[in-house]
């Protein structure tokens, strides 16, 4: 899954990838090895002693990686005015300032000033504040309304890999049906750029009318709309996860579905079934979890979960740095 990208990696000019959280021990380890094998250069923010004490603390040398201080950043008003331009009277000078003080503010702010290709954050920044900065200053790319994510799930089976995508497991809390038709769009993008033929099911906990309530019909609507795009994937909905899944159940629940028994892109109708049930196939089900990687948004920045660990550090900044 990640030949590919490790190869344009390394063929290219290097490019540069903040890490907000610049003294965090998974984030040192994950940054030397990516300089180590010529992928990228990381640039940690923080204090240049803390960063330093914690990689010789830990073993990780850091010589090929950038550091950027925000408390001393010489460019800071420079900086302060750009982010008032783009927060159009929604943040004044002072607000800005203070803001910038924080590394995911200045890590976002230096991504929108060209200083950097993209940013990787979230070890220890939860969701919220990692995306944030990013929604109020990077915003939505041309032709996108929302910001969304979706998970990559990887397992490894004696036939090769298994390789399903989930979505939006992590930004919007209750997607409105506009909301899901474009989740959907944007995550069948997603899962080619992961080399998946997307076959998409829109989740809920009714199969194809066999329950009823507003969150069904909501679901229902999306995929009706979806199914009558010209779309190059099949799409179908609403199904529950094993008529999804499963081709023994798809056959009594949802007979002639062209999605049915062989989905392998999971929409789900809102964050609490996204972020439970990716979490649930990642530590009951084995799966390594990619993501969030989000979707939608004008610069590639991505968030970790706080419970990640140096190598899915390592795998994702290799996917936001890529997908550049
Ligand atoms: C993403 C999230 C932080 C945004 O919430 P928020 O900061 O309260 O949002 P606000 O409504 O104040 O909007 C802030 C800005 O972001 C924009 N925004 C909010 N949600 C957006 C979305 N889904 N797509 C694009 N822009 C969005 C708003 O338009 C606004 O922009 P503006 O300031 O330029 O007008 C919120 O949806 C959230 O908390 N999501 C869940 C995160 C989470 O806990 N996930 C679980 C763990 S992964
Ligand atoms: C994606 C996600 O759930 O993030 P966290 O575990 O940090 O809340």
Redesign the pocket.
Same mark, same amino acid.
Do not use: E, F
């Given at each position: 899954m990640f030949e590919n990208m490790i190869e344009l990696l390394k063929s290219g000019p290097k490019r540069k990838l903040v890490f907000t959280e610049g003294a965090e021990p998974r984030i040192l380890e994950a940054a030397s090895r990516l300089y180590r094998d010529n992928l990228l250069t990381p640039v940690l923010l923080g204090n240049p002693d803390e960063i330093k004490a914690a990689a010789a603390a830990h073993g990780q040398p850091i010589d090929g990686c950038e550091i950027v201080d925000p408390l001393a950043y010489p460019d800071i008003e420079a900086m302060v005015i750009k982010m008032v331009e783009v927060?159009?009277g929604?943040m004044t000078a002072d607000e800005c300032r203070a803001a910038l003080k924080k590394s995911n503010y200045f890590g976002t702010m230096l991504v929108k000033m060209g200083g950097a290709d993209g940013l990787l954050g979230g070890a220890t920044y939860?969701?919220?504040?990692t995306?944030?900065p990013a929604?109020?200053i990077i915003?939505?790319k041309p032709g996108s309304?929302?910001?969304?994510?979706s998970f990559i799930m990887r397992r490894a089976t004696d036939r090769g890999e298994e390789l399903y995508v989930m979505a939006d497991?992590?930004? @919007?809390?209750d997607p409105n049906e506009d909301e899901l038709v474009e989740i959907v769009l944007e995550t069948a993008r997603t899962a080619k750029l992961f080399g998946i033929d997307p076959k998409v099911a829109l989740l809920s906990y009714s199969t194809l009318g066999s329950g009823k309530g507003e969150t069904v019909d909501k679901v229902r609507k999306a995929a009706d709309r979806l199914k009558a795009m010209q779309l190059d994937f099949p799409v179908d909905g609403e199904l529950q996860f094993d008529a999804a899944f499963s081709p023994v159940v798809a056959k009594t629940k949802a007979p002639g579905s062209p999605v049915a028994g062989q989905a392998n892109t999971f929409i789900f109708p809102n964050?609490n079934a996204g @972020?439970i049930g990716y979490k649930i196939a990642q530590r009951l089900g084995r799966f390594e979890a990619f993501g969030?990687i989000l979707q939608?948004l004008n610069a590639p920045i991505n968030?970790l979960?706080r419970g990640c660990n140096a190598d899915e550090v390592y795998k994702m900044a290799i996917i936001t740095t890529a997908l550049k």
């Open positions: 927060r159009k929604k939860s969701t919220a504040d995306v944030r929604l109020q915003k939505c309304k929302i910001v969304s994510s497991c992590a930004i @919007n809390l964050i @972020n969030p939608g968030d979960s």
